[in-house]
């Protein structure tokens, strides 16, 4: 290299010294020499630079693409996955989603033992009440409930397991743990209760008749997880506790929530209720303490509206017979009574000749509508009368009733 | 603590690494490109001196390239070097097989001719 001859380098920073040196004939030579290597190993050098540039452009040409590619795929993942929550969170809520999408295991069928809180929701009479309307009044008004209804259940973070008709079976404590989930579960349920006031604005915004809805709340040991075939699986529970809930719903009014005594005994003295009462259960052996609830104290305090309907008393007590549906006493024997007084909320008082049992569900047809049949539960008894709350009433009894004078 | 990611292993003839091989199958002549190189231009010295030892043995030689999906630049710089090196000898019988599936093959081993002008670039 020339540069490593310390008479080049001077030769190279001095002309002077440069004359000097190529005076001689044989350092002439070797200067041309190495001036030649130089321009052959430059020449290389920039073929290797361009070389090498021109490989890593094609490099990056293909990277750019590559990142087009996947910044597409991400687009259309957010977009299949939106739709997935959307047609999948209509009946399981985000969290199931996000909690299946994010673990593998989530999607595998199989499950497992968890204590949870479950709540089953009904509507009173929507059985009757649908016989007079159409089939897209009755899914207008189900619309209106069951999302004023997810929004609620939502909020307490509870999973809605599905909807049944008009029913909804929600769980709270899966798929994400909750160590709250009973208060969580009694708290929702009287939200919901509550917030039945503005689905029926709703409902009578657009001519539809009011719902009532009643609700169980019960914390048991069931199985969760992915139930089903390959093909068509769900997130679901299931256990004899599941079934438990749905008995003890049964024994709801309209805007009653009655809970388990375990549901109670998570709440401790947080719960505020009217008292509770005992019943036996269709299947189950024991009988079982129900708790009915007007409130929650604590990190989740909410508490049941007033109800501050007033009794209007007929001027003409209306002739009427019963049938009690389960009673032994009656054993579904044609009973006359008289109907003196009604109020908005649905309760209805009876003067009776013999006492009925409390809770017991009856079948009601007043003389004035024969072939009307309108049901009700007796919700408070005392000898020779009963106010029994209609758990389906027709629209003609309604109309019939309000249409009746009242006494000054 | 040694870097583990990028070290090779096995024999001279033989370098494997993380998702890359280079080995030199000797009744054939030829030297095997497998996988993704992406190295740094310090950690290709052993395919380096691996290239040099095989070109320095013998001037007919043959390149397989058609499993490397990945040449980084400083491995296709390594490449062009061993043609000016390759070149400098003189009297090299040098064929290189490439793939034309892979994209970066098709622009970049033709190019291994402007080094070393005898070499036969074969692109299946």
Same mark, same amino acid.
């Not at chain 1, 579904?332 to 009604?342: F, I, K, R, S, T």
């Given at each position: 290299m020339?540069t490593?001859?310390?008479?080049?380098?001077?030769a190279l920073?001095?002309?002077?010294?440069?004359?000097?040196l %190529?005076?001689d004939?044989?350092a002439?030579?070797?200067f041309?020499a190495?001036a030649?290597a130089?321009q052959?190993?430059?020449?290389?050098?920039?073929?290797?630079?361009d070389?090498?540039?021109?490989?890593a452009n094609e490099i990056?040409?293909q990277l750019a693409?590559?990142?087009e &590619?996947?910044e597409?795929?991400v687009?259309e993942l957010e977009?299949r996955?939106?739709?997935?929550?959307?047609?999948?969170?209509?009946h399981?809520t985000?969290?199931?989603?996000n909690?299946?999408?994010?673990?593998?295991?989530?999607? &595998?069928? @199989? @499950?497992?033992r968890?204590t949870?809180?479950i709540l089953?929701?009904d509507?009173r009479g929507?059985s009757?009440l649908c016989?007079? %309307?159409?089939p897209?009044q009755?899914?207008?008004?189900l619309?209106?409930y069951?999302?004023?209804m997810?929004d609620?259940?939502?909020?307490y973070?509870?999973?809605i397991?599905e909807f049944i008709?008009?029913?909804?079976?929600a769980?709270f404590?899966?798929?994400?743990?909750?160590?709250?989930?009973?208060e969580r579960?009694v708290?929702c349920a009287?939200?919901?209760?509550r917030a039945m006031?503005e689905?029926?604005?709703?409902?009578a915004?657009h001519?539809?008749?009011?719902?009532e809805?009643?609700?169980?709340?019960?914390?048991?040991?069931v199985?969760?997880?992915n139930?089903?075939?390959?093909?068509?699986?769900?997130?679901?529970?299931?256990?004899?506790?599941v079934n438990l809930?749905?008995?003890?719903e049964?024994?709801t009014?309209?805007?009653?929530v009655?809970?388990?005594?375990?549901?109670?005994?998570a709440l401790?003295?947080?719960?505020?209720?009217? @008292?509770c009462?005992?019943?036996?259960?269709?299947?189950v052996?024991?009988?079982?303490?129900?708790h009915?609830?007007?409130?929650?104290d604590g990190?989740?305090a909410i508490?049941m509206?007033?109800?501050t309907a007033?009794?209007?008393i007929?001027? &003409?007590?209306?002739?009427?017979?019963?049938t009690?549906?389960e009673?032994?006493?009656?054993g579904?024997?044609?009973?006359?009574?008289?109907?003196?007084?009604?109020d908005e909320?649905?309760?209805?008082?009876?003067?009776v000749s013999?006492?009925?049992p409390?809770?017991?569900?009856?079948?009601l047809v007043?003389a004035?509508?024969?072939?009307?049949d309108?049901?009700a *539960?007796?919700v408070a008894a005392s000898?020779?009368?009963?106010?029994?709350?209609?758990?389906a009433l027709?629209?003609?009894?309604?109309e019939?009733?309000?249409?009746?004078p009242a006494?000054a | 603590?040694?870097?583990?990611t990028t070290r090779?292993t096995?024999?001279?003839?033989d370098i *494997?690494g993380p998702?890359y091989?280079?080995?030199?199958?000797?009744p054939?002549?030829?030297?095997?490109?497998?996988?993704?190189l992406?190295l740094s231009?310090?950690?290709?010295?052993?395919i380096?001196d691996?290239?040099d030892?095989v070109?320095q043995?013998?001037?007919t030689?043959?390149?397989?390239?058609t499993? %490397?999906?990945f040449l980084n630049?400083s491995?296709i710089?390594?490449l062009? *070097?061993?043609a000016i090196?390759?070149?400098k000898k003189g009297?090299t019988e040098? *064929?290189v097989?490439?793939s034309?599936?892979?994209p970066?093959q098709?622009k970049s081993?033709?190019?291994?001719?402007?080094? %070393?002008p005898a070499?036969?670039?074969?692109?299946?």
């Open positions: 020339l490593d001859d310390a008479r080049w380098r001077r920073a001095d002309p002077e010294a440069a004359a000097e %190529l005076a004939p044989a002439r030579a070797a041309v190495a030649a130089l052959a190993e430059h020449d290389d050098l920039v073929l290797l630079h070389s090498t540039l021109e490989h990056e040409e693409v590559k990142i &590619q996947v597409a795929l687009v977009l996955n939106t739709f997935i929550r959307q047609m999948f969170g209509r399981v985000d969290e199931v989603v909690t299946l999408l994010a673990s593998p295991e989530g999607r &595998q069928l @199989g @499950g497992e968890r949870l809180t089953i929701s509507l929507f009757t016989e007079g %309307l159409g897209e009755v899914v207008a008004i619309n209106i069951l999302g004023a997810a609620v259940i939502g909020e973070r509870g999973s397991n008709g008009d029913a909804i079976l769980v404590g899966a798929p994400v743990p909750q160590d709250d989930h009973p579960a708290a009287i939200a919901m209760q006031g689905v029926n604005a709703a409902l915004a001519g539809l008749p009011a719902l809805m009643g609700i169980g709340v019960h914390t048991g040991e199985v969760v997880g139930i089903g075939s390959n093909r068509r699986a769900k997130y679901g529970v299931v256990g004899r506790h809930t749905s008995r003890i049964s024994y009014v309209g805007g009653q009655l809970i388990s005594e375990s549901a109670a005994r401790g003295d947080r719960l505020r209720t009217r @008292g009462f005992e019943v036996r259960p269709k299947g052996r024991e009988p079982i303490t129900i009915d609830v007007t409130g929650v990190p989740f508490h509206a007033e109800e007033e009794w209007r007929l001027a &003409q007590p209306q002739p009427l017979v019963f009690a549906l009673g032994k006493d009656t579904g024997q044609e009973v006359p009574a008289l109907l003196v007084a009604h909320r649905h309760n209805a008082e009876l003067q013999a006492p009925l409390l809770r017991a569900d009856l079948k007043l004035a509508l024969p072939g009307v309108a049901y *539960k007796v000898p020779g009368r009963a106010v029994v709350r209609f758990t027709p629209r003609a009894l309604t019939l009733l309000d249409a009746l006494r | 603590m040694t870097d583990t090779p096995g024999s001279e003839t *494997k998702g091989r280079v080995w030199f199958d000797l054939a002549r030829t030297l095997h490109f497998e996988g993704v992406r231009t310090s950690e290709y010295k052993p380096e691996l290239l030892g070109l043995a013998s001037p030689l043959a390149l397989r390239m499993e %490397l999906q630049s491995g710089n390594m062009y *070097k061993f090196a390759a070149r009297e040098i *064929k097989h490439g034309s599936t892979i970066w098709g081993l033709p190019n291994l001719k402007k080094f %070393l070499i036969v670039i074969a692109l299946d």
